[in-house]
């Protein structure tokens, strides 16, 4: 079974601060997105990466994929309130059909 | 604009009770997920379907079956609720092909088994 680990579980900063959530594992996967979920709301998806070492923009959030396309991260650049949401990564395996869900980062960005 | 609908937002049962969880979507698309979702774990995958009458076992089918007798529809049934299946669920569908196409999601339904 494929894992993927999301650190940390949550984070709280202020409006302004730049913050950065890694997503892990041991696996090897085809392509990885990151989704954010708001309260009440399903996942939406905010990007795919898909080639190792590749790094894609978003206005103010940077996502990278691992050059061994086993780990992610999300960068936020001045974080603002309308930020706040739980993040979530998911890796796509070799297999495709199914995506493995990393735990979720609960991001709190306070005014 | 991709819509998925899930037919309660809230849902309270009793334990041994039969409960359906309906899902349905209007983009015509071929892949239909059902997933739940707990604090600190993520989403974990049921079951999931790509075609009309097909499906796939999950992570986590145990409790759990489901049926898609039109493409548009999916349905999540617990035989007989039990408190361990409190939880949120989530409905997703794409489009044919490998699931690493965007999953669009339903607004979950939170389900509590007294």
């Known amino acids: 079974t494929q894992l993927l680990e999301q650190s940390p579980q949550f984070l709280s900063i202020q409006e302004g601060e730049n913050l950065t959530v890694y997503c892990n594992s041991s696996?090897?996967?085809?392509?990885l997105q990151w989704y954010r979920q708001e309260p009440g709301e399903g996942p939406v998806l905010l990007v795919t990466?898909?080639?190792?070492?590749e790094v894609k923009k978003l206005k103010r959030l940077t996502f990278q994929f691992g050059d061994a396309r086993k780990d992610s991260s999300l960068h936020i650049t001045a974080a603002q309130p309308g930020d706040t949401g739980l993040y979530l990564c998911?890796?796509?395996?070799?297999?495709?059909?199914?995506?493995?869900f990393g735990g979720g980062t609960r991001v709190l960005v306070k005014p | 604009d991709v819509k998925v609908t899930q037919s309660s937002r809230y849902l309270v049962k009793r334990t041994g009770e039969k409960v359906f969880l309906e899902c349905v979507q209007d983009?015509?698309?071929?892949?239909m997920f059902w997933y739940r979702q707990d604090p600190g774990l993520g989403l974990r995958l049921i079951y999931f379907?790509?075609?009309?009458?097909?499906?796939e076992k999950g992570d986590i089918p145990e409790g759990y079956s489901v049926s898609r007798e039109k493409k548009e529809r999916f349905s999540l049934i617990l035989e007989s609720a039990s408190t361990n299946q409190t939880s949120m669920y989530l409905c997703?569908?794409?489009?044919?092909?490998?699931?690493?196409?965007?999953?669009?999601f339903g607004p979950g339904t939170r389900l509590t088994v007294t």
């Open positions: 998911a890796g796509e395996g070799a297999a495709g059909n199914k995506l493995t």
């Open positions: 696996s090897v996967f085809s392509s």
């Open positions: 990466v898909v080639t190792g070492g």
């Open positions: 983009m015509d698309h071929e892949n």
């Open positions: 379907s790509y075609d009309v009458k097909m499906k």
């Open positions: 997703a569908s794409n489009v044919g092909g490998l699931a690493g196409y965007e999953q669009y």
